[in-house]
Nanobody, 111 residues
Framework: QVQLVESGGGLVQPGESLRLSCVAS????????MGWYRQAPGKQRELVAR???????NYLDSVKGRFTLSRDNAKKTIYLQMNNLTPEDTAVYYC?????WGQGVQVTVSS
């Protein structure tokens, strides 16, 4: 069973950056997509970025050019580098792989 633990959330001002990390433990399947979702208050959870088994990376249109997903296989960790954050990026961010979800980390962008 896979467990996912996120870290790196926080409160920042518009234009600033954060890097989220997600460490996986247990048996990691190479057949699953792995990535980040987010859920803002009153809104549905949405896909932010994910890496496919073929190492293709997909991004939500609104984060393209600002967010970068990367992976360190040796550390079983994925990262989400978030630059030029805006208040619209405020949400709980969740790491996901197949049926496994992390507990979520809060990202708040506010002046």
């Amino acid at each position: 069973q896979v467990q996912l633990v996120e870290s790196g959330g926080g409160l920042v001002q518009p234009g600033e950056s954060l890097r989220l990390s997600c460490v996986a433990s247990g048996s990691i399947s190479s057949f699953y997509f792995m990535g980040w979702y987010r859920q803002a208050p009153g809104k549905q959870r949405e896909l932010v970025a994910r890496i496919t088994p073929g190492d293709n990376i997909n991004y939500l249109d609104s984060v393209k050019g600002r967010f970068t997903l990367s992976r360190d296989n040796a550390k079983k960790t994925i990262y989400l580098q978030m630059n030029n954050l805006t208040p619209e990026d405020t949400a709980v961010y969740y790491c996901n792989q197949g049926p496994a979800w992390g507990q979520g980390v809060q990202v708040t962008v506010s002046s």
